[in-house]
């Protein structure tokens, strides 16, 4: 599936069209159609923990998100060896609007539940 990017990716703001493929059932990979020399691991943060925030309205007009939208929420992974001390952004999550291929990563502001580097091996074996 290919998706435009509305709100840029921090730190990749040149990166404006991307594909998503599914990886297995917890991980996706995230090209970038702009360059070849960059993607992401992406992971479903509902497989690892209670997850929830609110999309910002500015990001739901966006990517026209209403009750209706089939949307996907993923974080960025970043893969380490071993695999235990890979570390997972929950700050960042990117939301894709599989109706319309709209994306966009948003930035939780104020949050004391997640932080921008947890590792996964946190969440492995519960």
Do not use: W
């Amino acid at each position: 599936m290919k998706f435009e990017i509305c709100v840029p990716l921090l730190g990749f703001e040149n990166v404006k069209q991307v594909s998503l493929e599914k990886i297995d059932d917890i991980f996706m990979k995230m090209q970038s159609l702009d360059d070849e020399h960059i993607s992401f691991t992406l992971i479903d943060p509902f497989v690892l923990r209670e997850y929830d925030f609110e999309v910002p309205d500015s990001v739901q007009e966006l990517l026209s998100i209403n009750k209706d939208s089939n949307i996907i929420i993923l974080n960025i992974v970043l893969i380490q060896t071993p695999i235990e001390d890979s570390v997972i952004n929950f700050i960042g999550p990117v939301v894709f609007n599989t109706d319309n291929n709209l994306a966009a990563q948003i930035i939780l502001q104020d949050s004391v539940k997640y932080s921008v580097a947890e590792k996964i091996s946190t969440f492995l074996g519960k």
